[in-house]
């Protein structure tokens, strides 16, 4: 759990005068699992983070946003963006593996050719300067951007990394950017397959 999600659910206890016991029985998770949460000594899973927000009267978005804002500690996984998605009923379809790896290829192929390459290098800096440097693997893809830019790799990576930074540009995904706080949940799912990609070429 982000610092930022104890400090929020520490004020939202104070202001409603419950105790972690109480925090325990209205959600039923163990009190000692609650202090090691709030204590850094154990991660929140999403059944978790939907149980504290219902107690407390705190937006599940709100927990997550505060999650995404800095590096991802566990990798993102399907069921927890579905989950997300399911809970905060936001319109979107079609939201699977398979699809995701259509979405892959399908970039793969416009970053090899000219006009790709051109949109990733001239829109990057302006899709990463909106952002703010917040998001997930803010880090991973600037250094994708400089290896692309250079063409410092082999062409099997270079498209994949072209993939990963063509889907980060797009705005009209899979999950749509502009559906905050997890409209770039999908493009930390892409980044993390093709790192993991990437990672068995070596």
């Given at each position: 759990?982000?610092?930022?999600?104890?400090?929020?659910?520490?004020?939202?206890?104070?202001?409603?005068?419950?105790?972690?016991?109480?925090?325990?029985?209205?959600?039923?998770?163990?009190?000692?699992?609650?202090?090691?949460?709030?204590?850094?000594?154990?991660?929140?899973?999403?059944?978790?983070?939907?149980?504290?927000?219902?107690?407390?009267?705190?937006?599940?978005?709100?927990?997550?946003?505060?999650?995404?804002?800095?590096?991802?500690?566990?990798?993102?996984?399907?069921?927890?963006?579905?989950?997300?998605?399911?809970?905060?009923?936001?319109?979107?379809?079609?939201f699977s593996a398979d699809s995701l790896k259509e979405n892959i290829q399908k970039?793969?192929?416009?970053?090899?050719?000219?006009?790709?390459?051109?949109?990733?290098?001239?829109?990057?800096?302006?899709?990463?300067?909106?952002?703010?440097?917040?998001?997930?693997?803010?880090?991973?893809?600037?250094?994708?951007?400089?290896?692309?830019?250079?063409?410092?790799?082999?062409?099997?990576?270079?498209?994949?990394?072209?993939?990963?930074?063509?889907?980060?540009?797009?705005?009209?995904?899979?999950?749509?950017?502009?559906?905050?706080?997890?409209?770039?949940?999908?493009?930390?799912?892409?980044?993390?397959?093709?790192?993991?990609?990437?990672?068995?070429?070596?």
């Amino acid at each position: 759990m982000s610092p930022n999600d104890v400090v929020l659910i520490k004020e939202a206890l104070r202001e409603s005068n419950k105790s972690m016991r109480q925090l325990a029985k209205e959600t039923g998770i163990n009190v000692s699992t609650i202090s090691r949460i709030l204590n850094g000594k154990r991660k929140a899973n999403l059944d978790h983070l939907k149980a504290i927000s219902t107690s407390l009267h705190i937006p599940l978005s709100d927990l997550v946003s505060s999650e995404e804002s800095g590096e991802p500690t566990q990798p993102v996984s399907f069921n927890h963006v579905r989950a997300i998605i399911s809970e905060m009923n936001l319109p979107v379809k079609d939201f699977s593996a398979d699809s995701l790896k259509e979405n892959i290829q399908k970039y793969q192929k416009k970053s090899n050719t000219e006009e790709g390459r051109a949109t990733i290098l001239d829109q990057f800096k302006s899709k990463m300067a909106a952002l703010g440097g917040q998001g997930p693997y803010i880090q991973q893809l600037e250094s994708m951007y400089q290896t692309f830019k250079e063409k410092k790799a082999s062409k099997k990576e270079l498209l994949l990394m072209g993939s990963a930074l063509f889907y980060f540009i797009a705005s009209m995904d899979m999950i749509p950017d502009y559906l905050f706080p997890v409209g770039y949940l999908d493009d930390a799912l892409v980044i993390q397959y093709v790192m993991q990609s990437l990672s068995m070429k070596h």
